[in-house]
């Protein structure tokens, strides 16, 4: 006889306690979720839009805020925008990696580069592929409601990491 049990939904446990094959299935379930931080997150529903910056002055470029989480790719800048759970973040269009430019995968909560499929969260954090770092992240404050994007700082995580992880503004 076996019984499915609220903690791990779909997995098989006999009444004498889970067996091997199931356990092993609902740890690595439970690992897969965990390991690619996308539990509770909802990246999943985050739209995307193509846009471009609304001024521009020397290496400066704004945009709105967004008023909710969402992807925007800005094409002739070569920028991203993300909104994604009270942070906001501009990166690189280009993937680190061969500086493809990266897709937004609505379904899958994540970027991903075409050319050799290397995937990132939405606050550009590397999870698998050929890439060996994170996306590129670029300057960015807040002022009279507009993202200001500065173009000039570039900032790459093995060469960078501490202005890598503060390249973002709290909402």
Known sequence: MTTRTPECDGCATATDGPSRRSFLRCAG??????????????????????????AASGSERRYPVPAADGVTIDRSNQVIIVRFQQQLYAFNLACPHENTALK????????????????????GAFIDGRATRNMDRLGVRVEDNMLVVDLSKFYKSDKNPTDWAAASVSI
Do not use: M
């Not at 897969?32 to 846009?51: N, Q, R």
């Open 104 to 123: 937004w995968l609505q379904k899958d909560g994540r970027f991903q580069c075409p050319k050799h499929e290397s995937r990132y969260r939405p606050n």
């Open 29 to 54: 379930a439970a690992f897969s979720v965990a390991a690619f931080g996308l539990a509770g997150t909802d990246a999943a529903a985050l739209p995307v839009a193509f846009g471009s910056s609304a």
